[in-house]
């Protein structure tokens, strides 16, 4: 059951940033879908990793939630998972004056902080920048 906590653990928070949602713009069906992305769905980058390791378009279910590929690839891109994506859905919370995204910003930017906290990795590496200029070498971020 443990390996699968991956599919649950980003729930919470993403149910509480679709419940600030709801709270505030009745069932606005366009942000609800971006704090469920943005706060849950983002993990499907992962996908992106694992077919880079892979190099065909097969994917075991198993060895996929695993998350050893990353081991075994030495490489991390997880192209979603970065503080400068956080960055520009806050600039687009200024930009837009619009209440509801500063929800989709907050799920995800609560997504990398949990997943930041409860992986072993360095202070920068949620930072894509940082990856990308060390060659998204797995040893640079994780610890
Ligand atoms: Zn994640």
Redesign the pocket.
Same mark, same amino acid.
């Given at each position: 059951m443990y390996k699968y906590r991956v599919l649950f653990e980003?729930l919470p928070l993403t149910i509480i940033c679709v419940c600030l949602v709801i709270y505030f713009d009745n069932f606005n069906l366009i942000f609800l879908s971006l704090c469920i992305f943005f706060g849950y769905i983002?993990?499907i980058d992962h996908i992106f990793d694992y077919l880079l390791f892979k190099k065909k378009v097969k994917i075991d279910f198993q060895e996929f939630i695993s998350g050893n590929y990353f081991k075994v690839s030495k490489r991390i891109y997880l192209p979603l /998972?970065s503080y400068e994506l956080s960055i520009i859905l806050l600039f687009i919370f200024f930009i837009f004056n619009e209440t509801n995204f500063i929800f989709v910003f907050f799920a995800h930017i609560l /997504?990398l902080l949990q997943?930041q906290i409860t992986n072993k990795v360095k202070p920068l590496s949620y930072f894509f920048t940082y990856r990308a200029l060390n060659s998204f070498n797995v040893n640079c971020v994780c610890k």
């Open positions: 980003h983002i993990d /998972h /997504h997943d």
